[in-house]
């Protein structure tokens, strides 16, 4: 690796890490506000509600979920740097269902904020195990942040698991400012982005998002592909389609 690439991946890592951190930032003050947290020392009592208690619950989730992003974003920079890492990184039995269900949690406050509704479809009786390196925590979040982030406000995300004996198919489908044809191949390229959603004011990104998901992929057989339809309605200028995000993960 260059000294230019080098560089470039300290300051790609910086931003990714800086996103989290601020959604952990974020969670904990929540959570010292509920907690009353400058009642420390005064021996008072936290009495609430049921629902209270579950709200503090969420956050507390939300935040162990953060840590391990960290932890899977830093596994992810080692494996950049030297690609003879992965075969150190742990191998884990992961729940398919369960890690979208959780990058489905950790995202609530910013689908909240934006009024979108992320729906999973799925005979969770049928949940299926596969065997996967550690940083598989990264793809199904970084997907559905995508979905949530470039969503406009008061729509839905929708994702769809169809079991099969060789297979599980995931399907996400989302609204987004229109891919044309001759981008959707570059959409994995690192640093690409949309020429529409270049266009949407305070939506910034560093093209790195889809980059990570197709390594992460191509690491696991796991194939993927985009389809964007025909745009249907433009929002300050800026035409939106029907955008969906196929999965196809082998089980063993």
Not at 147 to 160: F, G, L, T
Request: glycine share 4%; net charge negative; proline share 3%.
């Amino acid at each position: 690796m260059s000294k230019n690439e080098h560089n470039d991946l300290v300051l790609e890592s910086m931003h990714e890490l800086r996103y989290f951190n601020q959604q952990l930032k974020n969670f904990s003050e929540q959570l010292c506000i509920d907690l009353n947290a400058d009642k420390v020392d005064q021996n008072k009592v936290i009495d609430m509600k049921s629902h209270q208690a579950d709200k503090l619950r969420n956050l507390a989730i939300s935040i162990a979920n953060l840590s391990q992003l960290f932890t899977t974003r830093i596994d992810f920079i080692d494996v950049e740097l030297n690609p003879n890492v992965i075969e150190q990184l742990p191998i884990q039995k992961v729940n398919v269902y369960g890690k979208f269900d959780k990058a489905k949690k950790m995202l609530h406050s910013l689908s909240r904020k934006k009024k979108v509704k992320v729906q999973i479809k799925s005979d969770v009786k049928d949940s299926r195990i596969i065997e996967a390196y550690s940083i598989i925590d990264i793809l199904p979040y970084l997907l559905l942040d995508n979905a949530v982030k470039y969503s406009p406000e008061r729509n839905q995300v929708d994702i769809e698991f169809v079991y099969y004996d060789d297979c599980v198919q995931i399907e996400i489908c989302s609204e987004g400012p229109f891919v044309g044809a001759d981008e959707i191949k570059k959409l994995s390229d690192k640093h690409y982005r949309g020429r529409n959603a270049l266009k949407i004011d305070g939506c910034v990104g560093r093209g790195l998002g889809l980059y990570f998901v197709e390594y992460i992929a191509e690491l696991h057989d796991i194939d993927i592909s985009y389809k964007s339809e025909k745009y249907q309605y433009e929002i300050d200028g800026v035409p939106y389609s029907n955008f969906a995000v196929s999965l196809r993960v082998p089980l063993q």
